[in-house]
C-alpha cells in the first residue's frame, strides 16, 4: 500500500483568560494536523506538536519529510521510520522539531494501515479493549487562588474523576499552599498529580520535597529541565513519591538515559512528540523491561488522545489516561468525530478500524495556524 499524498496544516485558535502555568501564560491553542492518503484512496489522520512554532513544524512535515514519505509502503514503518532518521534526525536536521513532524507523520499511517485491515490500532500494536483509568489534566487547574482552584478540581471529582493534576512551578510556597488546600479539602480518595512543568531548581525541589511527601502526592512530574538528569536520579532516589517525565525526553535512545540513570519511575512520552506511535510504544516496552510505568501525555487535540489510549491498551505497563479537560477546545470538541471520551473517570477505545476518529476539514479555514508561541 503505498503512500501518495502527505499534508500537514498548522490550525490556532486564540484564549482568553487561561489559567497560567510554569510555562506562561497561554494566549492561543496551536496543533499540526497530518494527512496522509494511500494509493487505494484511504486517509490517515495525525497529530504533530507544534513546537512554539505551528508553522514551522507544518513546513518541516510538507518540505523536508514528505518528499522521503511519498512512494512508501505503508506497512514497511520500521524501515520508513529509520529512513527519516537517518536522513534528517540523527544529525544535521532540525533538532527536537523533526520529531515532532515525524511524529504526526507515523501517526497519520497507523491511522491509515488500521482503516486498510479494518481493525483498531491497539489490535495492530498487540491489545486489546480495555477500560483505563483518566485522571483530569490539559490546560486546566492552574495558577489560581486556593479556594478558585479547589472549585474547579471539585467539578472533575463531580464528573467521576478520582485523579487531577495541580500545576506547579509558581513558587514553592504558593504552590504548596494550592496543593495543601486542595488536599485537605478532597481528602485521600482522590490522587492528585503535580506538575512542575521543568520549573524548579534543585534548591527549589529541596524545599518543596516534604510538603509534597505530607500530601502524598501520586506523582511530581517533570520537576527538572529534561537536560538535567542528574537532579532527575538525586531527588528519584532520595523520595518515596515518583518521579515522572518523558514529555520533553524524545525518542526510545533518551528514554534509555532516564531509565539507566534511575530519573524516574513513570515515563511519558508523547505520540504526537517522541517519534510517533510506533516509538512511543517502543518506550512503554523499555520501560516494562525496567519495570517501570508508562502513563503517556496527550497533546493539542483528540487526535493525540485517541492515540494515547490505543497505546495505553496494548502496553502491559500501562497506568492512567491524561485527559485533556480544558474549558474551551475546539480541537477536542469540533474538530475531531467519534473519537473516545472519560466516563464516570474512565476511557476505552472504540472498534471502528485505525485510531476511530474522523476530521471535518471545513474547520481548517477557521482555525488558520498563526506563527509563533503560544505561551506570553
Known amino acids: 500500500m503505498k503512500i501518495t499524498e502527505i499534508q500537514a496544516t498548522a490550525l490556532s485558535f486564540p484564549l482568553h483568560n487561561a489559567p497560567r502555568r510554569g510555562t506562561g501564560q497561554p494566549v492561543k491553542k496551536d496543533m499540526v494536523i497530518v494527512k496522509v492518503r494511500t494509493e487505494d484512496g484511504i486517509v490517515g489522520w495525525g497529530e504533530a506538536h507544534h513546537a512554539l512554532a505551528p508553522t514551522v ?27 527519516l532518521y537517518m536522513k534528517q534526525g540523527q544529525t544535521h536536521g532540525p533538532g527536537w522539531a523533526f520529531y515532532k513532524a515525524l511524529s504526526g507523520i507515523d501517526m497519520a499511517i497507523w491511522d491509515a494501515r488500521g482503516k486498510a485491515l479494518g481493525q483498531p490500532v491497539y489490535r495492530l500494536l498487540g491489545g486489546s479493549r480495555k477500560r483505563i483509568r483518566a485522571y483530569a489534566g490539559g490546560v486546566c487547574l492552574g495558577y489560581q487562588a486556593p479556594e478558585a482552584l479547589l472549585q474547579e478540581a471539585q467539578r472533575f471529582v463531580d464528573q467521576g474523576y478520582t485523579a487531577l493534576k495541580l500545576r506547579l512551578g509558581d513558587s514553592v510556597e504558593r504552590d504548596l499552599e494550592r496543593v495543601r488546600h486542595v488536599r485537605k479539602a478532597l481528602g485521600e ?21 516534604t510538603g509534597l511527601e505530607e500530601c502524598a502526592v501520586f506523582w511530581i512530574e ?5 537536560d538535567n538528569l542528574a537532579d532527575y536520579a538525586h ?9 515522572a517525565a518523558g514529555e520533553n525526553h524524545f525518542t526510545r535512545y533518551e528514554a534509555r538515559q532516564l531509565l539507566e540513570g534511575g530519573c524516574v519511575d513513570i515515563l511519558q512520552p508523547d505520540p504526537c512528540k517522541c517519534g510517533g506511535i510506533t516509538e512511543a510504544k517502543k518506550i512503554a516496552d523499555l520501560a516494562m523491561a525496567y519495570r517501570r510505568a508508562f502513563a ?19 502496553a502491559q505497563n500501562a497506568l492512567v489516561y491524561e485527559s485533556d479537560c480544558a474549558a474551551f477546545n475546539p480541537f477536542r470538541d469540533d474538530l475531531v468525530g467519534g473519537a473516545p471520551c472519560v466516563v464516570d473517570g474512565y476511557i476505552e477505545p472504540n472498534e471502528a478500524p485505525g485510531l476511530g476518529i474522523e476530521i471535518d476539514e471545513s474547520l481548517f479555514a477557521k482555525l488558520p495556524g498563526v506563527a509563533g508561541p503560544c505561551y506570553a
Open 235 to 243: 531527588f528519584n532516589a532520595r523520595t518515596r513519591l515518583p518521579l
Open 296 to 314: 503517556p501525555h496527550t497533546g493539542m487535540s483528540s487526535i493525540d488522545g485517541a492515540a494515547c489510549v490505543h497505546l495505553l491498551c496494548a
Open 57 to 83: 513544524v507544518a513546513d518541516l512535515v510538507n518540505q523536508n519529510l514528505a518528499p522521503v514519505v511519498r512512494g512508501a509502503d505503508a506497512f514497511a514503518f520500521e524501515d520508513l521510520w529509520q529512513l
Open 189 to 209: 480518595r482522590i490522587d492528585i498529580m503535580v506538575d512542575i512543568n521543568t520549573r524548579y531548581s534543585q534548591l527549589d525541589m529541596q524545599r518543596a520535597l
Open 222 to 226: 517533570e520537576p527538572f529541565t529534561p
